[in-house]
């Protein structure tokens, strides 16, 4: 961390992996998330997630400037049917300071780009830039105790009422409880995680 201000955008991010997870929430408030690399190929729920986001927020795919990262995108974007903008990175050449060696093509990645070079890249893709002073409060957020105590964790019926919760709220399936709490709380708010989780209990039962 810089120390310097985060900036927030309408879309959410989309990053190949965990440590541009890191990268890009250094630098925005807003939702990121990763496709786990060439992961997201076999992960039908996860482009599902994506789809429901584009047609909602829109989503931002901010991937390396590399072959991979190019492929990556071109999944995506053949894939999803509402809005989907482009951040492209330049071509620097370097080698990750956890890395022992560069790339097969010698590119940085996202996680090496400085701060400016990403918020120029995501100005040029055409994102929503909010200004955080004029956003409402956040409203009150769901708990870990509260999936808890309505079901989704920690019983004998909780793998199925959090695959049906999950169908209905247009996550990824494969969710651990501290991914799917961090979801619900960026995506949906009390209100909506409520109201899915009583329709979610409602088809359980109907089964």
Do not use: W
Not at 5 to 30: Q, T
Not at 56 to 63: A, D, F, Q
Not at 91 to 96: A, I, T, V
Not at 97 to 113: D, F, I, Q, Y
């Amino acid at each position: 961390m810089t120390g310097e201000n985060k900036v927030s955008i309408r879309e959410v991010i989309v990053v190949e992996g965990k440590y541009d997870v890191l990268k890009v929430r250094a630098v925005f408030e807003s939702p990121v998330i990763s496709t786990d690399g060439f992961g997201i190929f076999k992960r039908a729920d996860l482009v599902r997630h994506l789809d429901a986001l584009s047609r909602t927020c829109g989503i931002l795919l901010l991937t390396d400037g590399d072959a991979a990262g190019r492929q990556i995108r071109n999944f995506i974007r053949s894939r999803v049917t509402g809005k989907v903008l482009v951040a492209y990175i330049p071509d620097l050449y370097g080698k990750e300071k956890r890395k022992t060696a560069p790339s097969s093509e010698g590119k940085l990645g996202v996680e090496a780009m400085p701060r400016e070079v990403i918020l120029e890249a995501v100005r040029r893709a055409g994102a929503g830039f909010l200004d955080t002073g004029s956003l409402p409060p956040p409203e009150e957020k769901v708990t870990r105790t509260m999936l808890y105590e309505d079901g989704l964790f920690g019983g004998s019926e909780s793998a199925s009422l959090r695959k049906e919760f999950c169908r209905l709220a247009f996550l990824p399936e494969r969710m651990n409880v501290t991914s799917l709490l961090e979801a619900v709380n960026l995506f949906l708010g009390r209100a909506g995680y409520e109201s899915l989780r009583d329709q979610a209990k409602k088809n359980i039962e109907k089964k």
